[in-house]
């Protein structure tokens, strides 16, 4: 028989009969033992023994028949210590039909059932309504993920981490960081596709985990805690300890503190002899000399001249797009900002009301993503909000134009096409799905669409219909940006490989290597100016050295947008907005 039941012609017609007293040939007592009262349920033998093994083998021992059961009584199946209503629930789900839960625990409560009678067919379709939960209410994730062990549900804890990690800025910013297990959060400051926009932001998470829930770990678990920490791409104010003061209890701020110490040492180091070979490491691991695979971009092959550092933004600088003179900065600090290119001066500020993702402008229209799946249109000529919606369950990664078309990606790993209906207001018009991972990036392309995703693909797709063109494969690595040039594309990916795409052969023209094995970069973002592809990487440049300001601070980049001639506009973690950085010889 199938795995699910509900298309087996005699379970389809048990179903349709259901609740036919004819059919009803048993009453199954619930009986409590600490509350002392029984709850009854009329089902049919048959309909038990096909749901569960359990049941069935139970059947002989647990009927108790009526003296007068020939002549129509009904027998009866006393089960002990079971919710009747998760036992009704599973019984549903087994024979197909939709059930509604309002809550996680409803969910644990199936399961537990389901465990119990050996429904393992029900376990499958247990994850939907996880999915589904998640999808209503994107804060539940960390519940869910401590409770993920008792579903039983093998791939379940591992897509909850995902949707951990691409929104870990929201979580740390609630109790929900309160929440979360020591082996999840061990799990989540270990990972290099921790969505972290600025290491510190990681920092702070652990400091307060361990101030709040932390009090009955031991040394030992706390040392392997903080040792997940990316020390070296700390802001070298928290490597300076000064962040501690206050923060911790003694005991955790002392260990906390000697490595941060050994990070500034580690640092000096790398900043003399160009590499951390031959230094003493006894602390930080090799883990922690990497970037996370999301924390921000450099620029490789390129001469850094920082201009002017236009101060602002309270938060990191998250989207940089162009807009005629304009250069438009969105933040995590829920604000747009307009600079004059010429003047480099801010001449508006406005609030989006969420924390921006990405940007994309079409004449004086700007649309804004948010981290949690929000968009919003504006007018740039009146600075006023057209039209604010929920458009994605996860982040939105990306936004461009496309005509008058507006389309968005996310970690949903959704492209959704937008159009201007008969009201003024943008409308779905089309959902394009096929990656199995996040979409990352989105790039227009004559009358196509590219996608980049985490899961190392670049996909093209027709807009006007929806249709999939071509999967393109080679990439072995999240691709983390695209760029266009006339009929060539090309795309970026952490496998440190910029590739050129023919559109006649959807196969990768050439593949050039951009980062020597051991350096800590990873490629993040493909600009595209004039004839020439920039790539920026991850990673930071030692201070003092080519890419650090006058103050003598590590030039770090989240976002970045290209004037020509040279010239790009650079996004900080710190909420700066470095303009005119001009870029040497690239590849």
């Known amino acids: 028989m199938p795995a699910v039941y509900g298309d087996h012609p005699i379970v389809g017609k048990l179903s349709s009969l259901n609740g036919e007293a004819k059919l009803q040939d048993c009453v199954v007592h619930f009986r409590s033992d600490n509350e002392g009262e029984t709850k009854t349920m009329e089902a049919n033998t048959y309909e038990l023994c096909l749901i569960s093994p359990v049941i069935r083998a139970m059947i002989c021992g647990a009927f108790k028949e009526s003296k007068n ?13 079971v919710n009747p209503a998760a036992f009704e629930m599973m019984s549903s789900l087994w024979m197909g039909k939709k059930i509604k839960v309002s809550d996680i625990w409803q969910i644990v409560e199936i399961a537990e059932v389901a465990d119990q009678f050996g429904v393992c067919s029900v376990l499958e379709h247990l994850e939907s309504l996880v999915l589904q939960l998640l999808r209503e209410s994107p804060s539940s994730c960390v519940d869910l993920l401590n409770v993920s062990h008792v579903l039983g549900l093998q791939n379940l804890e591992q897509r909850l981490m995902v949707h951990a990690m691409e929104h870990f800025e929201y979580i740390t910013q609630t109790d929900l ?18 969505v972290v926009g600025q290491e510190e932001l990681a920092f702070k998470a652990l400091c307060r985990w361990l101030k709040e829930c932390g009090a009955e770990t031991g040394y030992e678990r706390r040392k392997e805690l903080i040792s997940k920490l990316r020390y070296m791409h700390l802001h070298q104010d928290f490597r300076m300890n000064q962040f501690l003061e206050g923060v911790l209890e003694d005991h955790t701020t002392m260990l906390m503190r000697k490595f941060l110490d050994e990070a500034s040492a580690l640092h000096t180091w790398i900043n003399t002899h160009g590499t951390a070979d031959g ?4 602390l930080i691991d090799e883990d922690g000399l990497r970037p996370r695979s999301s924390f921000g971009v450099e620029w490789s092959g390129a001469t850094k001249k920082p201009g002017k550092e236009l101060d602002g933004h309270s938060k990191r600088v998250t989207a940089l797009v ?7 900065s969105g933040s995590s600090d829920h604000t747009v900002r307009v600079w004059d290119k010429a003047a480099l001066a801010c001449e508006h500020t406005f609030s989006v009301g969420f924390s921006v993702s990405s940007l994309a402008v079409f004449g004086d229209v700007l649309a804004v993503g948010g981290f949690q799946g929000e968009m919003a249109v504006w007018d740039l000529t009146q600075y006023t909000k057209q039209q604010e919606w929920k458009a994605h369950v996860s982040g939105v990664t990306s936004l461009i134009f496309h ?7 996310s970690y949903d790993r959704s492209i959704k096409v937008w159009a201007v209906g008969i009201d003024g207001q943008y409308e779905e018009e089309r959902t394009m799905a096929g990656h199995t991972e996040g979409v990352t990036c989105l790039a227009s392309w004559g009358g196509r669409v590219a996608s980049g995703s985490r899961d190392g693909t670049v996909r093209v797709w027709d807009p006007a219909s929806g249709a999939a063109i071509a999967t393109l494969e080679g990439h072995n690595g999240v691709v983390k940006g695209l760029a266009v040039r006339g009929k060539q594309l090309f795309s970026v990916a952490e496998d440190d490989t910029v590739r050129e795409w023919s559109p006649e052969t959807w196969c990768a023209a050439d593949s050039v290597k951009i980062c020597e094995g051991g350096s800590g970069r990873l490629p993040s973002c493909l600009l595209m100016d004039g004839a020439r592809v920039v790539v920026g990487t991850t990673g930071c440049e030692p201070a003092g050295e080519a890419g650090a300001n006058e103050r003598g601070h590590e030039l770090r980049v989240l976002s970045a947008a290209t004037l020509g001639q040279e010239q790009v506009v650079a996004g900080s973690p710190y909420g700066h907005v470095w303009a005119l950085v001009k870029v040497g010889n690239t590849r």
């Open 69 to 81: 059961f020939n002549q129509g009584a009904k027998a009866t199946l006393e089960l002990h210590n």
């Open 177 to 194: 960081i309160l929440k979360m297990s020591e082996d999840h959060l061990c799990t989540l400051l270990q990972s290099d596709n921790l």
């Open 403 to 409: 005509g008058t078309s507006l389309l968005s990606g």
């Open 322 to 328: 162009v807009w005629g003179r304009y250069v438009l």
């Open 279 to 282: 230094f003493p490491r006894q």
